[in-house]
């Protein structure tokens, strides 16, 4: 069972083109849109540049995507 982490903006990203995602559009300041486009769902992505992104952020964007933490830390 892996363990939530912080990641980088990059280990996000990759996680979530295997989630279906996409980019969408810049957000307000370092936040970026990513939408799915079988069922319209659309999460900001903080891209802090030389930061790693907090748990509770990456939990977050966990709970918008609607996977369990396991699934999304072994992609």
Known sequence: MPRL???SYQ???RRLKKCG????RQGKGSHELWV???DGKAIPVPHYRGKTIRKGTVKA???EI???VDMFMKL
Request: proline share 0%; hydrophobic share 40%.
């Open 61 to 63: 964007i966990i709970k």
């Open 11 to 13: 280990d996000i990203v």
């Open 66 to 68: 609607g996977v369990s």
């Open 5 to 7: 982490t912080e990641l």
């Open 21 to 24: 995602f996409r980019f969408y």
């Open 36 to 38: 799915r486009d079988e």
